[in-house]
């Protein structure tokens, strides 16, 4: 069973950066395809950026693209989240997901097997 463990949120001003980090243990196959998913208060569970292990793709929402960019170093299963040019909206609970192989429906949330606990993202205006 991976359990992904996420680290590095907080409270930033608007304009700042803030780089979340995903460790997760267990099987590495089923770790292959990973994404960063966030969710605001009274909002569903949406889509931020995914990256492949296998060929380096990297997926990102329109609404990040440009200030956001995912990485991940493979030899120690680990990804982070590196987020520049922050917004309030980009403001909630942000969680790492992982999945064995690619999808091309990446995107949604309900084709990840596991879950990180989540990490708060908070941007003041």
């Known amino acids: 069973q991976v359990q992904p463990v996420e680290s590095g949120g907080g409270l930033v001003q608007a304009g700042g950066s803030l780089r979340l980090s995903c460790a997760a243990s267990?099987?590495?196959?089923?770790?292959?395809?990973m994404g960063w998913f966030r969710q605001a208060p009274g909002k569903e569970r949406e889509f931020v950026a995914a990256?492949?292990?296998?060929?380096?793709?990297?997926y990102y929402a329109d609404s990040v693209k440009g200030r956001f960019t995912i990485s991940r170093d493979n030899a120690k299963n680990k990804m982070s989240l590196q987020m520049n040019s922050l917004k309030p909206e980009d403001t909630a609970v942000y969680y790492c997901a992982a999945r064995p192989y690619y999808t091309s429906n990446y995107y949604r949330s309900d084709q990840y097997a596991s879950w990180g606990q989540g990490t708060q993202v908070t941007v003041s205006s």
């Open positions: 990256v492949s292990k296998i060929t380096g793709n990297t």
């Open positions: 267990g099987l590495t196959f089923s770790t292959n395809f």
